[in-house]
């Protein structure tokens, strides 16, 4: 007792009355001592467990019913963020997951799916589409995701359009929305590779489209397909048609303009948006000329 | 020479943490406490001023004492608390008023720390994942609480661009998880049913109130001009947050949500006001990175603030609730503080 009084007022005085002794705080531990993680999902909502047991579902589709085929799968940078840029068609677009997936398997690197924020809010679907991959396509996602993360985001920068036009129109890009895609690939400093696909156009085509349910059911658009006709209003909607389908990857861009600028020449933006469209477009018009039977290829 | 600090909300959690945080430093010499309400933590050298919430006593405080730094605190984030009158009453005429105030001729004001939300960035469909200190929102407010802060930052504004002597910092804190805080998401998650939207499993962002009290505390000790968010590094899924703290999830349904929630939340099952319902649906990170570069670190990440909360969650469970000991008697308190026969340091 009598000792401990006598340490504590020479430990005190040793110190001078009064002083605020700072305490020592714990050292900052980024993620805390037991912190575990129980699921794999990453920030942008992607899990690779879900996505891989999605690309084993998928398999059976992309080797035997699609019979995918790629033509310089090479030029796809192996590391380092791109945009890949894509034509886009079916009512239910088959291209993205063929491209997600044929990317994944090969290069074993993760695609994102750059889509409309439509997707996340819808409900169950917006969530499975997070989980396997996809990304609401806001310039600030795509450019976290190609400057900072240097990932593969996959992008169709004709929108709805390319999917919901008709079957009348097959194979004859829309628009490739206002050059963002480019615009974006010049602030991350990263190149655009443009993939043509073909066969896309006739997994479901489009016969007509109802504007006014449309309307009425909030959808982007709301087609009357082939594959309606032939299965029905459910089966005709998650069953493509058997179309053999063919990608080629073309010559990656650069840009030769330095990133994280705050805006980019407007003239030159759309100049090579253009430009993409058209390499896209010839490449799609040289791969039908060589094509002999759309389902057999 | 130290700080002299004036400190608003000092009866409200944060003040309160703060005031105790501040306490602990050597380079603030004075703090002084105000509030409606009498503090709910132990004070060793703050001294505590009863003022209603409109400040209208602040313009002769702030000349007696002659403080150089405004702490604000007393923002209002969590529109449970209170009606929606009060709430603007607070956030809004209490903010102009302070900071009209603070913008006096002659004032000794050279530095206003103001604490805000996440809020502010809304949370929508169309969002951006992450939002940083300049991103606008996607959609105008739709709520009261994210109205007033939008309102409180916007006198703020003014008042940097009219007094560009005074540093003017804000904090922008994510979704606040801890031990001691009461927020619909602590509340939901203690209960061990937490509400969710059927459909959605939303990435969600968490700041430990640890974390919280040493931003405003690194903010008030140094010249940081600027807008800060801050927040834990990395989102989880809320289905995760559930099951790490051990609660069900309790689906809400996809449509007519609101209308859904209300009567459960009548019943005290689904805490959640609209604005974090939304959150439910959509989430919502905010980029943390500028403070960091100033130098101020984290202790905890999103996950480490969900499993400390979940640790506590366990303990209290094992061993009842750990309430507060403490309560504030303005005869002992002012004696501590006044009283010749307390034995002071000379520092106080």
Same mark, same amino acid.
């Given at each position: 007792?009598?000792?401990?009084?006598?340490?504590?007022?020479?430990?005190?005085?040793?110190?001078?009355?009064?002083?605020?002794?700072?305490? %020592? =705080?714990?050292?900052?531990?980024?993620?805390?001592?037991?912190?575990? =993680?129980?699921?794999?999902?990453?920030?942008?909502?992607?899990?690779?467990?879900?996505?891989?047991?999605?690309?084993?579902?998928?398999?059976?589709?992309?080797?035997?019913?699609?019979?995918?085929?790629?033509?310089?799968?090479? %030029?796809?940078?192996?590391?380092?963020?791109?945009?890949?840029?894509?034509?886009?068609?079916?009512?239910?677009?088959?291209?993205?997951?063929?491209?997600?997936?044929?990317?994944?398997?090969?290069?074993?690197?993760?695609?994102?799916?750059?889509?409309?924020?439509?997707?996340?809010?819808?409900?169950?679907?917006?969530?499975? $589409?997070?989980?396997?991959?996809?990304?609401?396509?806001?310039?600030?996602? /795509?450019?976290?995701?190609?400057?900072?993360?240097?990932?593969?985001?996959?992008?169709?920068?004709?929108?709805?359009?390319?999917?919901? %036009?008709?079957?009348?129109?097959?194979?004859?890009?829309?628009?490739? &929305?206002?050059? &963002?895609?480019?615009?974006?690939?010049?602030?991350?400093?990263?190149?655009?590779?443009?993939?043509?696909?073909?066969?896309?156009?006739?997994?479901?085509?489009?016969?007509?489209?109802?504007?006014?349910?449309? %309307?009425?059911?909030?959808?982007?658009?709301?087609?009357?397909?082939?594959?309606?006709?032939?299965?029905?209003?459910?089966?005709?909607?998650?069953?493509?048609?058997?179309?053999?389908?063919?990608?080629?990857?073309?010559?990656?861009?650069?840009?030769?303009?330095?990133?994280?600028?705050?805006?980019?020449?407007?003239?030159?933006?759309?100049?090579? /948006?253009?430009?993409?469209?058209?390499?896209?477009?010839?490449?799609?018009?040289?791969?039908?000329?060589?094509?002999?039977?759309? $389902?057999?290829? | *020479?130290?700080?002299?600090?004036?400190?608003?909300?000092?009866?409200?959690?944060?003040?309160?943490?703060?005031?105790?945080?501040?306490?602990?430093? +050597?380079?603030?010499?004075?703090?002084?406490? *105000?509030?409606?309400?009498?503090?709910?933590?132990?004070?060793?050298? !703050?001294?505590?001023?009863?003022?209603?919430?409109?400040?209208?006593?602040? !313009?002769?405080?702030?000349?007696?004492?002659?403080?150089?730094?405004?702490?604000?605190?007393?923002?209002?984030?969590?529109?449970?608390? *209170?009606?929606?009158?009060?709430?603007?009453?607070?956030?809004?005429?209490?903010?102009?008023?302070?900071?009209?105030?603070?913008? #006096?001729?002659?004032?000794?004001?050279?530095?206003?720390?103001?604490?805000?939300?996440?809020?502010?960035?809304?949370?929508?469909?169309?969002?951006?994942?992450?939002?940083?200190?300049?991103?606008?929102?996607?959609?105008?407010?739709?709520?009261?609480?994210?109205?007033?802060?939008?309102? #409180?930052?916007?006198?703020?504004?003014?008042? #940097?661009?009219?007094?560009?002597?005074?540093?003017?910092?804000?904090?922008?804190?994510?979704?606040?998880?801890? !031990?001691?805080?009461?927020?619909?998401?602590?509340?939901?998650?203690?209960?061990?049913?937490?509400?969710?939207?059927?459909?959605?499993?939303?990435?969600?962002?968490?700041?430990?109130?640890?974390?919280?009290?040493?931003?405003?505390?690194?903010?008030?000790?140094?010249?940081?001009?600027?807008?800060?968010?801050?927040?834990?590094?990395?989102?989880?899924?809320?289905?995760?947050?559930?099951?790490?703290?051990?609660?069900?999830?309790?689906?809400?349904?996809?449509?007519?949500?609101?209308?859904?929630?209300?009567?459960?939340?009548?019943?005290?099952?689904?805490?959640?006001?609209?604005?974090?319902?939304?959150?439910?649906?959509?989430?919502?990170?905010? +980029?943390?990175?500028?403070?960091?570069?100033?130098?101020?670190?984290?202790?905890?990440?999103?996950?480490?603030?969900?499993?400390?909360?979940?640790?506590?969650?366990?303990?209290?469970?094992?061993?009842?609730?750990?309430?507060?000991?403490? !309560?504030? +008697?303005? +005869?002992?308190?002012?004696?501590?503080?006044?009283?010749?026969?307390?034995?002071?340091?000379?520092?106080?």
């Amino acid at each position: 007792m009598e000792a401990g009084i006598v340490e504590e007022s020479t430990a005190a005085s040793r110190l001078g009355a009064g002083t605020i002794v700072p305490l %020592k =705080r714990p050292e900052p531990q980024p993620g805390a001592p037991s912190a575990e =993680r129980l699921t794999d999902i990453d920030e942008w909502g992607r899990s690779e467990s879900i996505r891989s047991l999605a690309r084993k579902g998928f398999q059976f589709f992309y080797d035997k019913y699609f019979r995918v085929e790629w033509e310089g799968l090479d %030029k796809i940078p192996t590391e380092g963020g791109a945009l890949l840029v894509a034509n886009h068609a079916g009512a239910v677009p088959m291209d993205a997951p063929v491209i997600m997936h044929g990317i994944e398997q090969e290069l074993s690197r993760p695609v994102y799916g750059l889509a409309d924020h439509f997707f996340r809010q819808l409900p169950v679907v917006g969530t499975l $589409w997070s989980r396997a991959g996809g990304v609401p396509a806001h310039p600030e996602n /795509a450019y976290r995701l190609l400057r900072e993360q240097k990932q593969l985001a996959l992008v169709f920068p004709e929108g709805t359009k390319g999917p919901s %036009k008709l079957f009348t129109q097959r194979y004859r890009l829309r628009r490739f &929305g206002r050059g &963002g895609f480019v615009e974006i690939a010049m602030r991350a400093g990263v190149p655009v590779v443009p993939i043509a696909v073909i066969g896309t156009e006739e997994t479901m085509p489009i016969l007509i489209r109802l504007n006014s349910l449309a %309307k009425v059911t909030g959808l982007p658009y709301f087609p009357i397909t082939v594959n309606w006709l032939l299965m029905g209003p459910v089966l005709g909607t998650a069953l493509s048609l058997p179309a053999k389908i063919k990608l080629r990857v073309l010559d990656p861009v650069h840009f030769p303009v330095p990133p994280d600028q705050e805006r980019y020449s407007k003239s030159r933006v759309m100049d090579e /948006a253009e430009n993409i469209r058209i390499s896209i477009q010839e490449a799609l018009y040289d791969m039908l000329a060589h094509r002999g039977n759309p $389902w057999l290829g | *020479m130290g700080r002299r600090v004036l400190l608003t909300g000092l009866g409200t959690f944060w003040g309160g943490k703060v005031a105790q945080a501040l306490e602990k430093r +050597d380079d603030v010499d004075v703090i002084v406490g *105000m509030d409606v309400s009498e503090p709910l933590v132990e004070l060793e050298r !703050t001294e505590y001023v009863r003022a209603d919430e409109t400040y209208s006593i602040l !313009t002769r405080i702030v000349e007696a004492t002659q403080v150089d730094t405004i702490v604000h605190t007393f923002l209002v984030v969590d529109s449970t608390q *209170m009606r929606f009158r009060r709430l603007h009453e607070i956030n809004v005429i209490g903010t102009m008023n302070l900071l009209a105030a603070a913008g #006096a001729s002659n004032t000794p004001v050279r530095r206003v720390v103001v604490k805000s939300s996440g809020l502010v960035y809304g949370c929508s469909g169309r969002d951006p994942l992450w939002f940083n200190e300049e991103t606008p929102r996607s959609d105008p407010p739709a709520t009261t609480v994210e109205d007033s802060l939008m309102a #409180a930052e916007g006198y703020l504004r003014d008042f #940097a661009k009219d007094n560009p002597h005074v540093g003017v910092t804000l904090l922008r804190f994510s979704n606040v998880l801890g !031990t001691d805080i009461e927020t619909p998401f602590t509340e939901a998650l203690t209960r061990g049913f937490a509400p969710s939207i059927f459909g959605f499993d939303p990435q969600l962002q968490f700041v430990d109130e640890t974390d919280v009290v040493s931003a405003v505390e690194f903010a008030t000790t140094r010249d940081c001009p600027g807008i800060f968010n801050v927040a834990g590094d990395g989102l989880l899924p809320w289905s995760e947050v559930a099951k790490l703290c051990g609660a069900t999830l309790l689906p809400l349904p996809p449509v007519f949500t609101e209308l859904a929630a209300r009567p459960l939340r009548r019943l005290g099952l689904a805490p959640f006001p609209p604005e974090v319902l939304r959150l439910l649906r959509f989430g919502r990170g905010i +980029d943390n990175r500028r403070y960091k570069d100033l130098g101020f670190t984290y202790r905890y990440t999103s996950l480490g603030a969900v499993e400390r909360f979940a640790k506590q969650r366990r303990l209290s469970k094992a061993v009842g609730p750990l309430g507060r000991q403490y !309560t504030y +008697d303005r +005869d002992v308190e002012s004696f501590f503080h006044h009283s010749p026969a307390v034995v002071r340091s000379p520092h106080t």
